[in-house]
């Protein structure tokens, strides 16, 4: 890290902040001295990530939004800009900022629908919406304001984006936002910011929580290492992608499925 980035704040923004995912990427990138604007839905959920913060609690601020808003991109633009954060090229020289934004991770999911025959429009705009859609709206907001450090964008996909799901809603949704990952990749490549998408496999979280005992064991028998991931298992090569440590990997996929599906 050098001594421009020592003196400044470095900020995150953390869709889906309170799920498994998010609430890990969170505790870890606190923990190692980001400031992060935690997005949520839900203000209790989102007051109960503070909480588990613990002393790192003050390095983390909350804002609630829906995804599925056309104005949630400027809307988590104005938080930061109210944080202090400079998000302007002409406003100053990079290296007299205090706060600068250095990163933004996708975590926020929803996972609704049926198969080809039976989805429907309302669970498929949804996950649309919710699942790419707000993420090219946060990217298109923010990404000026990235080329200032510059930073990095990392985007939480699927491999059933690859290989397909009976939820045709949610295989395609991830399909998409991978394509999204790479175009991004490559219009942010001349800034110097880097885009890229992790592929998390079978992981403790809510959305795996209502899952049977059997389900589960099935699952986890079918990755190479005989089990699930623990959320803190996905959060470290996120913030590994937006570390100084990954400076040249951009447009790539990370799988960290546990050699669930091999080759990806």
């Known amino acids: 890290m050098n001594q421009e980035q020592m003196t400044t704040k470095r900020w995150c923004v953390v869709t889906g902040a309170t799920g498994g995912i998010g609430t890990a990427v969170v505790l870890r ?37 829906d995804l599925r808003s056309v104005d949630c991109g ?19 020289r990079r290296e007299h900022a205090e706060a600068l934004l250095a990163g933004v991770v996708h975590c926020a999911a929803v996972s ?17 919406e919710v699942n790419v859609g707000a993420a090219m709206r946060v990217n298109r907001a923010l990404v000026g ?9 990392v985007h939480v996909g699927s491999p059933v984006g690859i290989v397909g799901a009976r939820k045709v809603s949610y295989a395609s949704s991830k399909a998409a936002l991978h394509g999204l990952s790479v175009a991004t990749a490559a219009y942010c490549g001349p800034m110097g910011v880097r885009v890229n998408t992790v592929l998390p496999g079978p992981t403790h979280t809510p959305m795996t929580a209502d899952w049977s005992a059997e389900r589960q064991a099935e699952v986890a028998a079918s990755t190479m290492l005989g089990r699930m991931a623990e959320p803190s298992e996905v959060a470290g090569p996120i ?20 050699g669930a599906y091999p080759g990806i």
């Open 29 to 65: 990138l606190v923990s190692t001295g980001w400031y992060v604007l935690a997005i949520g839905r839900r203000p209790a959920a989102l007051q109960g990530l503070q909480k588990l913060c613990g002393s790192d609690a003050s390095r983390v601020s909350s804002h609630l939004v």
């Open 145 to 153: 304001a990235l080329g200032l450090l510059p930073g990095a964008i």
């Open 112 to 128: 609704c629908g049926e198969d080809a025959a039976r989805i429907q429009d309302e669970d498929w705009c949804t996950s649309m």
């Open 74 to 92: 400027e809307s988590i633009r104005r938080a930061l800009a109210a944080l202090g954060v400079s998000l302007e090229a002409g406003g100053g």
């Open 239 to 258: 913030a590994f992608l937006l570390s100084d440590e990954a400076s040249f990997i951009t447009g790539s996929v990370l799988s960290v499925t546990g």
